[in-house]
């Protein structure tokens, strides 16, 4: 669960946002899925799917985190497996709203792909380590990734990352920067 704040100054200022990953009814996988409330708490609004690729059971949308720029526009990210033949290989994925968490854009991929498993048991699964500051114009992302996994020079581990996502279009294929 990851929750924000907005204080933009904006008509939504003071809202109160929330993200998590839930296991929708039926089903043993997750979805990113994000409520709002506009009363102080007092009441949240039904939950709205973020990520947008159709339902499969066997796909995983995990550990979203998300930020408010200082213009209220809110921005999501998340690994994803719904480009993985494996259903375990994962890629950073990235949305945005620009209504209040009504509406959102289509997911855009912003990291490679990766096994977030590779040294297992020795990094006992990968941690939830991204975290997300929004500007104006986008969003500043770390993330953990094991982009770097090599056991033959002792690197077991995941490593952190660096991305920044743009509002309605990613430009060229995202290089990780450790």
Do not use: C
């Amino acid at each position: 669960l990851f929750l924000a704040i907005d204080h933009s100054g904006t008509a939504t200022n003071n809202n109160i946002y929330m993200l998590a990953s839930v296991v929708p009814p039926g089903r043993s996988t997750t979805d990113v899925m994000f409520v709002r409330s506009t009363d102080d708490g007092a009441t949240f609004s039904a939950p709205v799917k973020v990520n947008d690729d159709p339902v499969n059971p066997n796909k995983w949308h995990w550990f979203g985190t998300f930020s408010v720029a200082p213009n209220g526009r809110l921005d999501a990210v998340w690994y994803d497996t719904r480009n993985a033949s494996n259903n375990t290989d994962s890629q950073l994925f990235y949305s945005f709203s620009t209504d209040a968490g009504v509406t959102w854009s289509a997911n855009v991929a912003v990291s490679n792909s990766f096994n977030p498993f590779e040294g297992y048991p020795n990094q006992d699964k990968i941690g939830d380590y991204i975290t997300m500051v929004s500007d104006e114009t986008g969003g500043n992302v770390a993330y953990a990734a094991t982009f770097n996994f090599n056991p033959n020079n002792g690197q077991h581990e995941e490593d952190v990352y660096y991305v920044r996502v743009f509002p309605g279009g990613q430009g060229p294929s995202p290089t990780p920067t450790p």
